[in-house]
């Protein structure tokens, strides 16, 4: 389901930090950080560890080896909330990582574009669940944590066919009406983003 | 007076500098003239005795302005001709050919923070930006690097509480450009503007800072070297061969055999002048074509670009 020959659908790839960024801040979902993936962390980021910062958002007490400095955060919200905090001074030098599901790598990108990333700045890191965050196109309001490849609208409880056009403004899928055409007529869910 | 050229009258000509000189230029019918937005440039057709030159300068007029267009021209040693001819030649009165006003350098509009940096007369496009950011109220800084007496020169331009600071080859007042580009907050964007060498060692710096490339931005206008070793070009559809002397472009000697190619900044930037090579080795000097498109050898700027070795062979 990564795949698509949908042009919106983005591709991530592994995080590489550049050298010549003066800052480094690498946001991790703490749920989706296996030993593997922090052994990778470990040696991709070795060699700009005095300028990393880790900012690890929930997820496990003990960590373990790390690279760079290690902060703890309660919630995505708490990483919004740090970002937006001016008296932080991010340069225009420094880079941004994310890492974790895709609801979370858009909306710590898109809280970070507030306050100034440019995307080029900006590098996302696909780990964990496929799980997706839906846009209904009617009500537009947003379904978070959506397995299956029809989901209920937490708006206007529409069946809302989960489609792979993919908006980076809202971090989300688009999800249209599944039963318009012959209200009632709705297909059996499938898990298709686990 | 929807065309292709406008028809511009020489209204003020003033010399605000020994090498520098004002012009104010207002449609030879007396109407409106098209607006321009800050960074915009107007390309005049310059009429000397041996040819016609084609030279791009910055709008230094108010962004929107349709009375008049402004420009100052710097008068270059060993001038390309234009220059020369408008300091020399053009007197208040005469008329001018001139394209439509373009826009190569625009500011990004959504930026926290415009930072520019001008070397010399590079300062005219900023004069534009900085009465657009004086209206809209856009945070910015402006950094001249110039000789201590231009600094009075361009006050006149310079809107009441624009932030700008002039630093120029003395101990004390010297640009410390790293120093500069490292203390810039998320969401700045740079606009460099002067000799080839400076913004060659501004974007150097900047990517040494770790800048992202979408937020450097280069005027090359008229910066970049059209000069070197003399050479020969066969123009295959025209059936004439030109010689390009050490001090003229490839597009002022194809132009110079009358032979019309297209051109706007006629520095290596806007992409206009591409034409197909057939046959040779071109030293690539624009900032236009990517590196695979060089490397196919099969396109380039005449404006800039010149043959490394040997004689070219241009579709044309
Ligand atoms: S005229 Fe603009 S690139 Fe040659």
């Known amino acids: 389901m990564m795949i698509s020959d949908i042009k919106s659908r983005p591709i991530y790839r592994d995080l590489a930090p550049e050298p010549t960024a003066s ?28 300028r990393l910062h880790i900012w690890l958002v929930g997820g496990p007490q003990d960590v373990g080896a790390h690279p ?11 990483v919004e909330d740090s970002l937006s905090c001016a008296s932080r001074g991010f340069g225009i030098g420094d880079r941004l990582y994310v890492s974790g599901t895709e609801p979370f790598l858009w909306r710590v990108a898109e809280a970070a574009g507030h306050v100034g990333f440019a995307s080029g700045q900006i590098q996302l890191h696909h780990a964990g669940s496929l799980r997706r965050r839906v846009w209904c196109t009617h009500c537009h309001s947003i379904t978070d944590d959506v397995t299956t490849h029809i989901a209920d609208c937490a708006g206007c409880g529409r069946h809302l066919l989960v489609r792979d056009h993919f908006s980076r403004r809202l971090g989300a899928f688009m999800g249209v009406m599944v039963d318009a055409e012959a209200p009632g007529q709705v297909p059996a869910r499938e898990e298709v983003f686990a | ?14 010399a605000i500098a020994p090498t520098l000189r004002h012009l104010r230029l207002v449609a030879a019918d007396g109407g409106k ?3 321009a937005s800050a960074g915009a ?18 709008l230094v007029s108010r962004p929107g302005a349709r009375d008049a267009y402004e420009i100052i021209v710097r008068r270059v040693e060993a001038s390309r001709g234009g220059s020369a ?7 208040v009165g005469d008329t001018v050919e001139a394209a439509w006003p373009g826009n190569l350098f625009p500011p990004v509009r959504t930026a926290r923070h415009q930072l520019m940096v001008a070397g010399g007369i590079g300062i005219t496009p900023f004069l534009s930006y900085l009465a657009e950011f ?5 945070s910015h800084a402006l950094h001249v690097c110039c000789r201590p007496d231009e600094r009075e020169v361009f006050a006149p331009w310079l809107p009441e509480g624009a932030n700008v600071d002039f630093h120029w080859d003395a101990d004390g007042h010297r640009l410390d450009i790293p120093a500069l580009l490292a203390a810039q907050q998320a969401g700045t964007h740079l606009y460099v503007c002067g000799p080839a060498a400076m913004n060659d060692a501004v974007i150097a710096a900047a990517r040494d800072a770790g800048w992202p490339d979408s937020h450097v931005h280069c005027e090359h206008f008229g910066t970049a070297l059209s000069g070197g070793e003399a050479f020969r070009a066969f123009l295959a559809r025209s059936g004439i061969e030109v010689s390009v002397g050490e001090d003229e472009s490839l597009l002022e000697a194809i132009e110079r055999a009358g032979v019309a190619a297209p051109c706007l900044c006629r520095g290596g930037a806007c992409g206009v002048c591409a034409t197909p090579l057939l046959e040779g080795d071109a030293e690539h000097r624009d900032h236009f074509l990517s590196p695979t498109e060089r490397e196919s050898g099969r396109l380039i700027m005449p404006c800039v670009s010149r043959a490394r070795s040997g004689r070219l062979v241009l579709d044309l």
């Open chain 1, 23 to 50: 800052g480094h801040l690498l946001v991790v979902e703490g749920e989706t950080l296996t030993p593997a993936l922090l052994a990778a962390f470990a040696s991709a980021f070795g060699p700009v560890a005095p």
């Open chain 1, 68 to 78: 760079g400095r290690l902060w703890r955060l309660g919630s995505l919200a708490d």
């Open chain 2, 1 to 14: 007076m929807i065309g292709d050229t406008l028809l511009l009258r020489v209204d003020a000509a003033t």
């Open chain 2, 33 to 35: 003239l098209p607006p």
């Open chain 2, 41 to 58: 440039h107007v390309q005049l057709s310059l009429k000397a005795a041996a040819r016609t030159h084609r030279n791009a300068y910055s």
């Open chain 2, 85 to 91: 001819f408008i300091h020399e030649q053009l007197a």
């Open chain 2, 134 to 138: 004086g209206l809209s109220g856009a």
